[in-house]
């Protein structure tokens, strides 16, 4: 059974540091590609972080400088590291998941979710 489960969240002044983890289970951990997405109620789920395959990151223009995505190979643990904090942070992150394509050298669409954790920024 795949599973993604998020954790870390919480509540922080603005300029203060969270750490969000995603426990994965159920999927061949390096034959995948893993992100961290967030949305506010009203807006549409935005790309934040993801990392490819081979362990590649690309990030959000708004989190550039800001936020490290990491990864632990022996316990399939995705991390955020998110320093800086703003209020406009504010907002459920998910854990997510694609398969990597070996042919074509990329990541597929992101079509496992975990259930979010909350990040709330105040100012």
């Known amino acids: 059974q795949v599973q993604l489960v998020e954790s870390g969240g919480g509540s922080v002044q603005s300029g203060g540091s969270l750490r969000l983890s995603c426990q994965a289970s159920?999927?061949?951990?390096?034959?995948?590609?893993m992100g961290w997405f967030r949305q506010v109620p009203g807006k549409e789920r935005e790309e934040v972080a993801t990392?490819?395959?081979?362990?590649?990151?690309k990030y959000a223009e708004f989190v550039q400088g800001r936020f490290t995505i990491s990864k632990d190979g022996v316990t399939n643990t995705l991390y955020l590291q998110m320093n800086t904090l703003r209020p406009e942070d504010t907002a459920m992150y998910y854990c997510a998941a694609a398969p990597w394509s070996i042919s074509r050298r990329s990541c597929e669409s992101y079509n496992l979710w975990g259930r979010g954790a909350q990040v709330t920024v105040s100012s």
């Open positions: 159920g999927i061949p951990y390096n034959l995948y590609c």
């Open positions: 990392r490819d395959s081979p362990g590649n990151p």
